[in-house]
């Protein structure tokens, strides 16, 4: 097959699937749930430091901090509030205000969690 028959190839399933019919193979670190995802959920694990962040969030009910994450991921801080704005659109992490600080928690209700099954502890 050459490089054009390749990109017709992958135009034409692109335009054969709706987003609603794709499904993505849960990744190799999320050890349990669900074995077929979402998109919105395969965005939230799909990167194995959001699913960290993810897991992090799930042994903190009260939540943590923008700064508590980044020592303990040790990423930059940039990355990791990226990871979190992208937990934040499938709504799998809420923020509060505390003052000049986000609180960051788990929303043990999503999508991803109470449907997909994806395990956060």
Same mark, same amino acid.
């Given at each position: 097959?050459?490089?054009?028959?390749? #990109?017709?190839? &992958?135009?034409?399933?692109?335009?054969?699937?709706?987003? +609603?019919?794709?499904? *993505?193979? &849960?990744? +190799?670190?999320?050890?349990?749930g669900?074995?077929?995802?979402?998109?919105? !959920?395969?965005?939230?694990? /799909?990167?194995?430091? &959001?699913?960290?962040?993810? !897991?992090?969030? #799930?042994?903190?009910?009260? #939540?943590?901090?923008? #700064?508590?994450?980044?020592?303990?991921?040790?990423?930059?801080q940039p990355?990791?509030?990226?990871?979190?704005?992208v937990?934040?659109?499938?709504?799998?992490?809420?923020?509060?205000?505390? /003052?000049?600080? &986000?609180? *960051?928690?788990?929303?043990?209700?999503?999508?991803?969690?109470?449907?997909?099954?994806?395990? *956060?502890?």
């Amino acid at each position: 097959m050459n490089q054009h028959e390749v #990109g017709t190839t &992958r135009q034409k399933i692109k335009k054969a699937e709706s987003p +609603e019919d794709r499904v *993505y193979k &849960r990744p +190799e670190w999320v050890k349990s749930g669900e074995e077929w995802l979402c998109p919105e !959920c395969f965005k939230a694990v /799909g990167d194995k430091n &959001r699913y960290k962040l993810i !897991c992090m969030l #799930g042994k903190e009910r009260e #939540g943590l901090t923008v #700064g508590a994450l980044t020592k303990e991921l040790k990423l930059k801080q940039p990355t990791v509030t990226h990871h979190l704005q992208v937990l934040k659109s499938v709504d799998a992490v809420e923020a509060k205000e505390r /003052g000049r600080e &986000r609180i *960051y928690t788990l929303n043990r209700e999503a999508h991803c969690f109470e449907e997909c099954q994806i395990p *956060y502890n």
